[in-house]
Nanobody, 118 residues
Framework: VQLQASGGGLVQAGGSLRLSCAASGLTFVNYYMGWFRQAPGKDREFVARINKSGVRKNYTDSVKGRFTISRDNAKNTVYLQLNSLKPEDTAVYYC????????????WGQGTLVTVSS
């Protein structure tokens, strides 16, 4: 299984980025997908998740109304649209996959760095 995250970069506060995570080696439509982030010196935290069909989405409070998670099951890809970025959004963003909501996130991508300048 491989999860390949991309799309990170340097952006000014208020700007936008779109992260992508391409999955291979698994039956993508059978997996819940999530995004996490880890800021320098901090623990990794949950950002967003999406169910298998893409209908149900959940977000951490700090990104609600600014970030949008989506998926394209035909492309085996999950996305995270980041809008109205703030310096505190600076982190390495990771995608993850799990078979359902009752097990741990079993597969992780390598991370993509998002840096937001003030």
């Amino acid at each position: 299984v491989q999860l390949q995250a991309s799309g990170g970069g340097l952006v000014q506060a208020g700007g936008s980025l779109r992260l992508s995570c391409a999955a291979s080696g698994l039956t993508f439509v059978n997996y819940y997908m999530g995004w996490f982030r880890q800021a320098p010196g901090k623990d990794r935290e949950f950002v967003a998740r999406i169910n298998k069909s893409g209908v149900r989405k959940n977000y951490t409070d700090s990104v609600k109304g600014r970030f949008t998670i989506s998926r394209d099951n035909a492309k085996n890809t999950v996305y995270l649209q980041l809008n109205s970025l703030k310096p505190e959004d600076t982190a390495v963003y990771y995608c993850a996959a799990r078979i359902n909501d009752f097990v741990a996130w079993g597969y992780w991508g390598q991370g993509t760095l998002v840096t937001v300048s003030s």
